[in-house]
């Protein structure tokens, strides 16, 4: 029996052909709208994944290509890469040129509080006026100070003999230009002493010590004296030992035992003791002339090798050398360190070197044989040096 889904129960049954048909399309609310036709389809060509290239040789001919190269490395989690330092050459050059500056400055320093200051250039009434260039005035004195027992035997000092006196006066002027001059002033010389009237030139330093001297030797050369330095026995040979010794040619032999010398003639080294004994000594012919042209002749020696390469290039020599230098020396107030550095430059070349015009020797009651200057020449000899002018060449003593 058919009837309808849904129907009453209590209908009458339908027949086949009063069954309604059913309707296979969906609600309207269902159907989905759809195209007439099938959009039209291109091919689309199929492509293998190309392998990748192998470093297989290539082909004779043809260039290889390089791999690529592999990728960097990623930076550290949470520490940024750090940026290459430069390299900065010139600044550490100037950094060591001014901790060079700075230990120079203080070498010189120190040096300096290592002299003896002394005050020899007091002025006094109608001291000689400012002439040009520089003058130094040079002493050697015999003094003793420091000196013991064995080492006055060993330097044949003769023990304490009284005041101090001079062994060596030297004058040294530096001109503006040109090379400067080395002047041996006699110790024995007969000149007039401020205040004791006339008397050898040594015994100005004895009687009235340093100022004294340098005021008799202003009033006697018309030169204004601008520095001083002076040395005893035991700083000279110092500084020759220190040196290693200073080559000299003895012109003449000396055979003196007030000196504690004995030296042939000729070409040799001399040490401290034997360097003092031969500024010292007068046992030759000239006597004090001959002492006066082997002090010259030394003092040309020590000053080439002070201020030679070799000594200057080598730290281990110059430092002893300047250190006992300051310490053996006595010098003005007003004098430094640099001051007696520029003194030995000026020296270190071409000097002329030569001694006042001497005129000739003299017995003085009281006083001994003396040396007289000859005044003509002697006159016109300082008076060149205090216009800062050569000395004319009849006047220079060889």
Known sequence: MLRRDGADPNAQPLAYSQVPQESHEAPPRMRKAEPEYAPTQQPEPFHDPVPPRTHAPSPRGRRSTPPPPPPAAPPRAGRAPRPRRKRRPFRWFLVFLLLLVVGSVAALINLDGKLTRIDALAGYTDRVGNTPGTNWLLVGSDGRG????????ELATGGEVGPERTDTIMLVHIPKSGPATLVSLPRDSYVGIPGHGKDKLNAAFAIGGPQLLVQTVEIATGLRIDHYAQIGFAGFAGIVDTLGG????????????????????GCQKLNGPDALGFVRSRATALADIDRMNNQRLFMAALLQKATSGATLANPFKLWPLAGDTARS????????????????????????????????????????????????????FFEALADDRSIPEELITR
């Open 146 to 153: 420091g000196l013991s027992p064995e080492q006055e035997q």
């Open 246 to 265: 200073i080559d000299v040619c003895v012109p003449k032999p000396i055979d003196d035992p007030l000196a504690g010398i004995d030296l042939e003639a």
């Open 329 to 380: 020396l006595k010098v003005d107030e007003g004098d430094h360190i640099w001051d007696l550095g520029r003194l030995g430059w000026a020296m270190r070349g071409e000097t002329v070197a030569t001694t006042v015009p001497v005129g000739g020797f003299d017995d003085v009651s009281g006083i001994g044989n003396v040396l007289l200057w000859d005044k003509t020449k002697a006159g016109a």
